[in-house]
């Protein structure tokens, strides 16, 4: 299954930064950070859109959240995590940049989808992981390990006023990632299920030590 994509190419990179957005959101929602994130324009940017429309047509998501309740239909995850691998695999390869050379990142949706591509027995030695409000994904069918660390870099950003992921989820994904052998950066700040310029900052500073 082919993504709906939106690329900021960098001429003669040969490194790959993909991020993913949340749900209700789409492909161009974080890659409107990029020219923060990455002002020497030292990666390819490539942003894909999740493959389930909004009913109105407005956002797309990877998986579909009752947004009254919070109550979530996992039954996509997989079908979603498996399509966005495949997707990057075939980026990378068209692009000629190694898996080992390309950063994997997302907010909310794409945070939990970042984490589960890191934490599969036969995944790629991606060359770091950046995760926004998000948890460790617990998912029928997802065998979760990330104890395959071995001091790459991992960044994890929350706010401490997140009530979609309380405050439980954020611990539990530093306890994973430190304990895997990450050379884990995190960050909460004061805000809700969002983004500020700060965490953009604190983003710069830590892509920059990557590759």
Request: charged share 20%; glycine share 10%.
């Amino acid at each position: 299954m082919s993504l709906t994509q939106y690329r900021i190419n960098r001429d003669g990179v040969d490194r790959l930064l993909f991020l993913m957005h949340g749900y209700t959101a789409e492909q161009h929602h974080l890659a409107s950070y990029v020219p923060l994130v990455d002002p020497n324009e030292r990666f390819t940017a490539i942003a894909p859109r999740g493959p389930m429309d909004m009913p109105d047509g407005d956002g797309a998501g990877w998986w579909h959240i009752d947004l009254d309740t919070f109550e979530q239909d996992l039954s996509q995850f997989m079908p979603s995590l498996d399509t966005l691998e495949a997707f990057i695999a075939d980026e990378a390869d068209q692009a000629g940049v190694p898996l080992e050379r390309c950063v994997i990142g997302g907010f909310s949706q794409g945070g939990y989808l970042s984490l589960a591509l890191a934490s599969k027995p036969d995944a790629p030695r991606y060359a770091g992981i950046w995760a926004m409000c998000c948890g460790v994904p617990k998912v029928p069918g997802l065998e979760l390990d990330l104890s395959n660390g071995d001091g790459r870099p991992a960044l994890f950003q929350w706010g401490t006023k997140d009530g979609f992921i309380g405050p439980d989820q954020p611990q539990e994904v530093i306890a994973e990632l430190d304990g895997g052998g990450w050379d884990l950066r995190h960050h909460a700040y004061e805000m809700a299920h969002s983004q500020t310029i700060e965490m953009m900052v604190d983003a710069r500073e830590w892509l920059e030590t990557v590759l």
